[in-house]
Protein backbone atom coordinates (compact mmCIF):
# COMPACT_ATOMS: atom_id res chain seq x y z
CA UNK A 1 0.00 0.00 0.00
CA UNK A 2 1.00 3.38 -0.64
CA UNK A 3 2.23 5.87 3.00
CA UNK A 4 3.84 8.98 3.70
CA UNK A 5 7.31 8.22 5.09
CA UNK A 6 9.33 10.89 7.05
CA UNK A 7 12.55 10.72 5.08
CA UNK A 8 14.63 13.61 7.52
CA UNK A 9 14.03 17.09 7.94
CA UNK A 10 11.64 18.34 5.14
CA UNK A 11 11.75 15.84 3.33
CA UNK A 12 8.74 13.39 3.11
CA UNK A 13 7.88 10.74 0.65
CA UNK A 14 4.79 8.40 -0.83
CA UNK A 15 5.99 5.36 -1.24
CA UNK A 16 5.31 1.21 -1.09
CA UNK A 17 5.26 -0.32 2.71
CA UNK A 18 4.16 -3.10 3.48
CA UNK A 19 0.01 -3.61 3.74
CA UNK A 20 -1.73 -2.73 7.48
CA UNK A 21 -3.00 -5.77 8.97
CA UNK A 22 -5.10 -7.70 12.30
CA UNK A 23 -2.29 -8.37 13.74
CA UNK A 24 -3.96 -8.99 17.31
CA UNK A 25 -7.51 -10.64 17.79
CA UNK A 26 -8.16 -7.00 18.63
CA UNK A 27 -7.37 -5.07 15.65
CA UNK A 28 -9.51 -3.94 12.92
CA UNK A 29 -7.96 -2.33 9.40
CA UNK A 30 -9.61 0.69 8.64
CA UNK A 31 -9.54 2.09 4.73
CA UNK A 32 -8.75 5.97 4.76
CA UNK A 33 -11.11 7.99 3.13
CA UNK A 34 -9.46 10.62 4.90
CA UNK A 35 -6.38 11.63 6.97
CA UNK A 36 -5.43 15.50 8.05
CA UNK A 37 -1.54 16.87 8.23
CA UNK A 38 -1.13 18.50 11.62
CA UNK A 39 1.20 20.68 13.36
CA UNK A 40 1.92 18.53 15.02
CA UNK A 41 3.56 16.69 12.11
CA UNK A 42 5.63 19.55 11.20
CA UNK A 43 7.63 20.11 14.53
CA UNK A 44 8.79 16.22 13.25
CA UNK A 45 8.65 17.52 9.63
CA UNK A 46 11.61 20.13 10.14
CA UNK A 47 13.32 18.40 12.92
CA UNK A 48 12.54 19.72 15.38
CA UNK A 49 11.96 16.39 17.38
CA UNK A 50 14.07 12.88 17.90
CA UNK A 51 11.73 11.19 15.02
CA UNK A 52 13.83 9.23 13.18
CA UNK A 53 13.11 8.43 9.32
CA UNK A 54 11.01 5.49 8.19
CA UNK A 55 8.18 7.13 10.36
CA UNK A 56 4.74 6.88 8.43
CA UNK A 57 2.66 10.13 9.24
CA UNK A 58 -0.91 10.50 10.21
CA UNK A 59 -2.39 10.41 13.31
CA UNK A 60 -6.45 12.31 12.17
CA UNK A 61 -7.37 9.09 10.51
CA UNK A 62 -11.17 8.11 10.06
CA UNK A 63 -12.61 5.65 7.10
CA UNK A 64 -14.40 2.10 6.84
CA UNK A 65 -13.74 -0.56 8.44
CA UNK A 66 -12.48 -3.42 5.67
CA UNK A 67 -11.20 -6.29 8.46
CA UNK A 68 -11.57 -7.13 11.64
CA UNK A 69 -9.76 -9.59 14.15
CA UNK A 70 -11.80 -12.40 15.82
CA UNK A 71 -11.73 -10.78 19.28
CA UNK A 72 -13.26 -7.54 18.24
CA UNK A 73 -16.94 -7.37 18.91
CA UNK A 74 -18.57 -4.03 18.46
CA UNK A 75 -17.04 -2.56 15.30
CA UNK A 76 -17.98 -4.60 12.23
CA UNK A 77 -16.68 -4.75 8.50
CA UNK A 78 -17.93 -1.60 6.71
CA UNK A 79 -18.52 0.74 9.63
CA UNK A 80 -17.74 4.30 9.05
CA UNK A 81 -15.04 5.19 11.81
CA UNK A 82 -13.06 8.30 12.94
CA UNK A 83 -10.04 7.21 15.61
CA UNK A 84 -8.36 9.54 18.27
CA UNK A 85 -5.23 9.87 17.64
CA UNK A 86 -4.50 8.84 20.78
CA UNK A 87 -3.67 4.30 20.72
CA UNK A 88 -4.84 3.42 24.34
CA UNK A 89 -6.60 -0.14 25.82
CA UNK A 90 -9.38 1.11 27.75
CA UNK A 91 -8.54 -1.33 30.96
CA UNK A 92 -5.61 0.34 32.40
CA UNK A 93 -5.28 2.58 35.22
CA UNK A 94 -5.16 6.09 33.05
CA UNK A 95 -7.29 4.84 30.80
CA UNK A 96 -10.51 3.58 33.41
CA UNK A 97 -9.88 7.09 34.62
CA UNK A 98 -10.82 8.80 31.44
CA UNK A 99 -6.92 9.86 30.66
CA UNK A 100 -6.55 7.71 27.25
CA UNK A 101 -3.97 10.18 26.20
CA UNK A 102 -1.90 8.19 28.90
CA UNK A 103 -2.42 4.75 28.55
CA UNK A 104 -0.44 2.66 30.19
CA UNK A 105 -0.67 -0.47 27.62
CA UNK A 106 -0.29 0.43 24.54
CA UNK A 107 3.63 1.93 24.92
CA UNK A 108 5.22 0.17 27.84
CA UNK A 109 7.69 2.39 29.51
CA UNK A 110 5.58 5.21 28.66
CA UNK A 111 2.65 7.14 29.07
CA UNK A 112 0.41 7.96 25.73
CA UNK A 113 0.50 6.45 22.42
CA UNK A 114 -0.70 7.81 18.74
CA UNK A 115 -0.44 6.68 15.24
CA UNK A 116 2.66 7.88 13.41
CA UNK A 117 4.29 9.63 16.11
CA UNK A 118 8.08 10.00 17.66
CA UNK A 119 8.02 7.99 21.00
CA UNK A 120 4.80 7.45 21.00
CA UNK A 121 5.18 3.68 20.12
CA UNK A 122 5.20 1.07 16.79
CA UNK A 123 1.65 2.33 15.42
CA UNK A 124 1.86 3.14 11.96
CA UNK A 125 -0.01 6.49 10.71
CA UNK A 126 -2.87 6.69 8.49
CA UNK A 127 -1.14 9.35 6.16
CA UNK A 128 -2.12 5.56 3.85
CA UNK A 129 -4.28 3.66 1.85
CA UNK A 130 -4.74 1.70 5.18
CA UNK A 131 -4.02 2.03 9.15
CA UNK A 132 -4.71 -0.85 11.73
CA UNK A 133 -5.85 -0.18 14.37
CA UNK A 134 -5.37 -1.28 17.70
CA UNK A 135 -8.03 -2.20 20.84
CA UNK A 136 -10.69 -0.90 18.11
CA UNK A 137 -13.93 -1.89 20.07
CA UNK A 138 -12.12 0.92 22.66
CA UNK A 139 -10.38 3.30 19.44
CA UNK A 140 -13.20 3.69 16.93
CA UNK A 141 -15.99 5.91 17.45
CA UNK A 142 -18.31 5.16 14.88
CA UNK A 143 -20.00 7.75 12.09
CA UNK A 144 -22.99 7.81 10.33
CA UNK A 145 -22.92 5.78 7.27
CA UNK A 146 -22.43 7.70 3.50
CA UNK A 147 -20.22 10.73 3.05
CA UNK A 148 -21.89 13.32 4.42
CA UNK A 149 -19.55 15.69 6.77
CA UNK A 150 -16.26 13.67 6.22
CA UNK A 151 -14.53 16.97 6.86
CA UNK A 152 -16.15 17.79 9.46
CA UNK A 153 -15.59 13.96 11.01
CA UNK A 154 -11.89 14.33 10.36
CA UNK A 155 -11.90 17.08 12.60
CA UNK A 156 -12.70 14.46 15.37
CA UNK A 157 -9.67 13.06 15.46
CA UNK A 158 -7.67 15.74 16.86
CA UNK A 159 -8.06 19.48 16.16
CA UNK A 160 -11.47 19.64 17.26
CA UNK A 161 -11.55 17.49 20.63
CA UNK A 162 -7.79 19.11 21.16
CA UNK A 163 -9.10 22.82 21.20
CA UNK A 164 -12.11 22.15 22.71
CA UNK A 165 -9.53 20.83 25.70
CA UNK A 166 -7.87 23.76 25.72
CA UNK A 167 -10.70 25.85 26.13
CA UNK A 168 -11.97 22.96 28.99
CA UNK A 169 -8.76 23.19 30.85
CA UNK A 170 -9.42 26.86 31.47
CA UNK A 171 -12.86 25.98 33.49
CA UNK A 172 -14.42 28.45 31.07
CA UNK A 173 -17.81 29.96 32.08
CA UNK A 174 -20.40 31.47 29.69
CA UNK A 175 -20.11 34.85 29.52
CA UNK A 176 -16.90 35.10 30.57
CA UNK A 177 -13.41 36.11 28.04
CA UNK A 178 -10.92 33.80 26.80
CA UNK A 179 -7.40 35.03 24.56
CA UNK A 180 -6.34 32.22 22.56
CA UNK A 181 -2.61 32.66 21.23
CA UNK A 182 -2.39 30.65 17.79
CA UNK A 183 -4.76 30.91 15.06
CA UNK A 184 -3.26 27.38 13.65
CA UNK A 185 -6.31 24.56 13.10
CA UNK A 186 -6.19 23.91 16.44
CA UNK A 187 -6.61 27.42 17.86
CA UNK A 188 -9.31 28.43 15.71
CA UNK A 189 -11.12 25.47 17.06
CA UNK A 190 -9.84 26.48 20.60
CA UNK A 191 -11.88 29.75 19.73
CA UNK A 192 -14.35 28.01 17.99
CA UNK A 193 -14.99 26.09 21.18
CA UNK A 194 -15.16 29.28 23.43
CA UNK A 195 -17.83 30.61 21.21
CA UNK A 196 -19.90 27.43 21.41
CA UNK A 197 -19.39 27.46 25.52
CA UNK A 198 -20.68 31.28 25.43
CA UNK A 199 -17.81 33.02 26.57
CA UNK A 200 -18.68 36.96 26.34
CA UNK A 201 -15.15 38.03 24.05
CA UNK A 202 -13.05 35.50 22.53
CA UNK A 203 -9.44 37.09 21.36
CA UNK A 204 -7.38 34.98 19.15
CA UNK A 205 -3.75 36.03 18.19
CA UNK A 206 -1.89 35.05 15.48
CA UNK A 207 0.10 36.96 11.95
CA UNK A 208 -1.39 34.79 9.80
CA UNK A 209 -4.10 36.95 7.19
CA UNK A 210 -6.40 34.58 6.30
CA UNK A 211 -5.97 32.81 9.91
CA UNK A 212 -7.34 36.23 11.42
CA UNK A 213 -10.26 36.18 9.06
CA UNK A 214 -11.35 33.06 9.87
CA UNK A 215 -11.58 33.98 13.48
CA UNK A 216 -13.09 36.67 12.66
CA UNK A 217 -16.07 34.89 10.36
CA UNK A 218 -17.33 33.25 13.86
CA UNK A 219 -17.76 35.85 16.15
CA UNK A 220 -13.89 36.00 17.76
CA UNK A 221 -11.68 39.25 18.04
CA UNK A 222 -8.46 38.93 15.53
CA UNK A 223 -5.37 40.61 17.12
CA UNK A 224 -2.45 40.42 14.84
CA UNK A 225 0.83 40.06 17.01
CA UNK A 226 3.21 41.96 14.15
CA UNK A 227 0.98 45.01 14.86
CA UNK A 228 1.48 45.39 18.50
CA UNK A 229 2.23 43.34 21.97
CA UNK A 230 -0.66 41.36 22.12
CA UNK A 231 -0.77 41.69 25.81
CA UNK A 232 -1.30 45.46 25.38
CA UNK A 233 -3.80 45.02 22.52
CA UNK A 234 -5.88 42.65 24.67
CA UNK A 235 -5.38 44.63 27.90
CA UNK A 236 -6.82 47.80 25.47
CA UNK A 237 -10.14 46.23 24.67
CA UNK A 238 -11.00 45.07 28.14
CA UNK A 239 -10.58 47.92 30.41
CA UNK A 240 -6.78 46.91 31.61
CA UNK A 241 -8.26 43.80 33.25
CA UNK A 242 -7.09 41.14 30.56
CA UNK A 243 -9.03 37.75 29.80
CA UNK A 244 -10.47 35.45 32.67
CA UNK A 245 -8.73 32.76 30.59
CA UNK A 246 -5.94 31.75 28.13
CA UNK A 247 -5.01 29.29 25.57
CA UNK A 248 -1.55 28.35 24.38
CA UNK A 249 -2.46 26.69 20.99
CA UNK A 250 1.62 27.51 19.61
CA UNK A 251 3.87 25.45 21.58
CA UNK A 252 7.33 25.80 22.03
CA UNK A 253 8.03 27.01 18.26
CA UNK A 254 5.98 30.04 19.05
CA UNK A 255 8.11 33.44 17.40
CA UNK A 256 8.34 37.29 17.80
CA UNK A 257 6.68 40.00 15.54
CA UNK A 258 10.44 39.66 13.70
CA UNK A 259 9.77 36.00 13.26
CA UNK A 260 12.57 34.74 15.74
CA UNK A 261 11.84 31.97 18.04
CA UNK A 262 10.74 32.73 21.36
CA UNK A 263 10.25 28.93 23.49
CA UNK A 264 8.59 30.53 26.40
CA UNK A 265 6.95 33.55 24.59
CA UNK A 266 3.82 32.67 24.40
CA UNK A 267 3.64 31.50 28.17
CA UNK A 268 4.96 34.70 29.36
CA UNK A 269 2.54 36.69 27.14
CA UNK A 270 -0.39 34.29 28.75
CA UNK A 271 0.98 34.82 32.40
CA UNK A 272 0.25 38.67 31.94
CA UNK A 273 -3.04 38.62 29.64
CA UNK A 274 -4.49 36.36 32.39
CA UNK A 275 -6.67 38.35 35.20
CA UNK A 276 -5.13 36.95 38.55
CA UNK A 277 -6.78 34.03 39.73
CA UNK A 278 -7.38 32.81 36.27
CA UNK A 279 -6.34 30.28 34.15
CA UNK A 280 -4.63 28.74 31.54
CA UNK A 281 -4.92 25.61 29.50
CA UNK A 282 -1.78 24.30 27.53
CA UNK A 283 -2.41 22.36 24.31
CA UNK A 284 0.73 23.83 22.61
CA UNK A 285 3.38 21.17 22.37
CA UNK A 286 6.24 21.09 24.54
CA UNK A 287 9.24 18.50 24.38
CA UNK A 288 12.02 17.05 26.74
CA UNK A 289 14.58 17.35 23.35
CA UNK A 290 14.63 19.63 20.51
CA UNK A 291 17.85 19.67 18.61
CA UNK A 292 16.77 22.50 16.71
CA UNK A 293 16.31 24.96 19.83
CA UNK A 294 17.73 28.08 19.83
CA UNK A 295 20.00 27.90 23.51
CA UNK A 296 21.25 24.87 25.40
CA UNK A 297 18.36 25.45 28.16
CA UNK A 298 15.59 24.85 25.46
CA UNK A 299 17.62 21.60 23.53
CA UNK A 300 16.29 19.99 27.27
CA UNK A 301 13.22 21.80 27.45
CA UNK A 302 13.75 23.92 30.07
CA UNK A 303 12.52 27.39 29.24
CA UNK A 304 12.61 30.72 31.08
CA UNK A 305 9.01 30.59 32.04
CA UNK A 306 7.79 34.03 34.15
CA UNK A 307 6.81 31.60 37.48
CA UNK A 308 7.28 34.21 39.70
CA UNK A 309 4.28 36.27 38.15
CA UNK A 310 2.50 33.25 37.78
CA UNK A 311 2.78 32.37 41.40
CA UNK A 312 2.22 36.27 42.33
CA UNK A 313 -0.82 35.84 40.44
CA UNK A 314 -2.21 32.43 41.28
CA UNK A 315 -2.73 31.09 38.25
CA UNK A 316 -3.29 27.77 37.31
CA UNK A 317 -2.53 25.79 33.82
CA UNK A 318 -3.37 22.52 32.45
CA UNK A 319 -1.29 21.32 30.06
CA UNK A 320 -0.84 17.69 27.98
CA UNK A 321 -1.93 15.91 24.72
CA UNK A 322 -5.58 15.65 24.75
CA UNK A 323 -7.62 12.63 25.54
CA UNK A 324 -9.61 12.87 22.39
CA UNK A 325 -12.55 9.88 23.69
CA UNK A 326 -13.48 12.45 26.89
CA UNK A 327 -14.84 14.43 23.84
CA UNK A 328 -15.47 12.79 20.36
CA UNK A 329 -18.47 11.24 20.75
CA UNK A 330 -20.08 14.56 22.26
CA UNK A 331 -18.37 16.84 19.39
CA UNK A 332 -19.66 14.33 17.04
CA UNK A 333 -23.16 14.59 17.93
CA UNK A 334 -22.74 18.78 17.48
CA UNK A 335 -21.81 17.88 14.51
CA UNK A 336 -25.03 15.88 13.16
CA UNK A 337 -26.66 18.48 14.73
CA UNK A 338 -25.64 20.66 12.88
CA UNK A 339 -24.69 22.94 16.11
CA UNK A 340 -20.85 22.81 14.74
CA UNK A 341 -19.34 22.43 11.72
CA UNK A 342 -15.31 22.43 12.09
CA UNK A 343 -14.27 21.88 8.83
CA UNK A 344 -14.31 25.43 8.25
CA UNK A 345 -10.65 25.00 9.30
CA UNK A 346 -9.85 23.12 6.37
CA UNK A 347 -8.35 24.86 3.26
CA UNK A 348 -7.26 22.16 1.44
CA UNK A 349 -8.15 18.66 -0.19
CA UNK A 350 -5.39 16.72 -1.92
CA UNK A 351 -4.81 13.03 -2.96
CA UNK A 352 -2.51 11.22 -1.01
CA UNK A 353 0.47 11.40 -3.72
CA UNK A 354 0.21 14.92 -3.29
CA UNK A 355 1.28 14.90 0.22
CA UNK A 356 5.11 16.30 -0.24
CA UNK A 357 3.41 19.13 -1.97
CA UNK A 358 1.03 19.59 1.11
CA UNK A 359 3.65 19.18 3.21
CA UNK A 360 6.05 21.93 2.45
CA UNK A 361 2.97 24.29 1.67
CA UNK A 362 1.38 24.27 4.86
CA UNK A 363 4.83 24.37 6.93
CA UNK A 364 5.71 27.59 5.14
CA UNK A 365 2.31 28.60 6.70
CA UNK A 366 0.97 29.61 3.10
CA UNK A 367 -2.44 31.24 2.67
CA UNK A 368 -5.10 28.93 2.02
CA UNK A 369 -2.73 25.59 3.33
CA UNK A 370 -3.89 26.18 7.32
CA UNK A 371 -5.29 22.48 7.04
CA UNK A 372 -4.82 19.81 4.90
CA UNK A 373 -6.75 16.59 4.19
CA UNK A 374 -5.28 13.79 2.17
CA UNK A 375 -7.83 11.64 0.46
CA UNK A 376 -6.10 8.21 0.21
CA UNK A 377 -9.51 6.61 -1.43
CA UNK A 378 -9.98 8.98 -3.81
N1 LIG B 1 -2.00 18.79 23.09
C1 LIG B 1 -2.40 18.08 22.06
O1 LIG B 1 -3.00 17.04 22.20
C2 LIG B 1 -2.14 18.61 20.68
C3 LIG B 1 -2.86 18.12 19.59
C4 LIG B 1 -2.66 18.69 18.33
C5 LIG B 1 -1.74 19.70 18.17
N2 LIG B 1 -1.03 20.12 19.25
C6 LIG B 1 -0.07 21.23 19.13
O2 LIG B 1 -0.80 22.44 19.01
C7 LIG B 1 0.03 23.41 18.34
C8 LIG B 1 -0.76 24.07 17.22
O3 LIG B 1 -1.11 23.14 16.22
P1 LIG B 1 -1.65 23.63 14.81
O4 LIG B 1 -1.97 22.44 13.99
O5 LIG B 1 -2.69 24.66 15.01
O6 LIG B 1 -0.29 24.27 14.25
P2 LIG B 1 0.11 25.55 13.39
O7 LIG B 1 1.58 25.50 13.35
O8 LIG B 1 -0.66 25.56 12.13
O9 LIG B 1 -0.37 26.80 14.27
C9 LIG B 1 0.45 27.53 15.11
C10 LIG B 1 0.09 29.00 14.90
O10 LIG B 1 0.76 29.78 15.92
C11 LIG B 1 1.08 31.04 15.35
N3 LIG B 1 2.07 31.69 16.20
C12 LIG B 1 3.42 31.57 16.20
N4 LIG B 1 3.96 32.36 17.16
C13 LIG B 1 2.93 32.98 17.78
C14 LIG B 1 2.86 33.92 18.85
N5 LIG B 1 3.95 34.36 19.47
N6 LIG B 1 1.64 34.36 19.23
C15 LIG B 1 0.51 33.91 18.61
N7 LIG B 1 0.53 33.02 17.58
C16 LIG B 1 1.73 32.57 17.18
C17 LIG B 1 1.54 30.69 13.94
O11 LIG B 1 1.46 31.80 13.08
C18 LIG B 1 0.56 29.57 13.57
O12 LIG B 1 -0.56 30.09 12.85
C19 LIG B 1 1.25 22.65 17.86
O13 LIG B 1 2.31 22.83 18.78
C20 LIG B 1 0.79 21.20 17.90
O14 LIG B 1 1.85 20.30 18.06
C21 LIG B 1 -1.21 19.61 20.47
ZN1 LIG C 1 -2.90 16.40 15.04
ZN1 LIG D 1 -4.79 2.18 28.76
Given at each position: M????YH????VA?????????????D??????T???C????????????????????H???????DV?PG?V??RRG?R??????VA?????????G?TG???????GF?G?????V??????????E?V???????N???L???????????????V????Y???????L???????????????????????????A?V?L???VP?R?????S?????I?????????????Q??????D??V?A??Y?????????QP?????S????V?????????????????G?P????????L?F?????????L?????????K??N??L????I???AR??L?V?K????D?????Y?????????????????A?
Amino acid sequence: MRAVVYHGPHNVAVENVEDARVQDPNDVVVQVTTSAICGSDLHMYEGRTAAEPGIVFGHENMGIVVDVGPGVVHVRRGDRVSMPFNVACGFCKNCTAGNTGYCLTVNPGFAGGAYGYVNMGPYRGGQAEYVRVPFADFNCLKLPPGNEHENDFAMLADVFPTGYHGVAMTELRPGESITVMGGGPVGLMAAYSAVLIGAAKVFLVDRVPSRLRLAESFGAIPIDFTGGDPVEQIRDQTDGDGTDRGVDAVGYQGTGPGGQEQPAGVLNSLVEIVRATGRIGVVGLYVPHDPGAPDPHSQNGELLFRVGKFFEKALRMGSGQTNVKAYNAYLRDLIIAGRARPSLVVSKELPLDAAPEGYQRFDRREEGYSKVVLKPAA
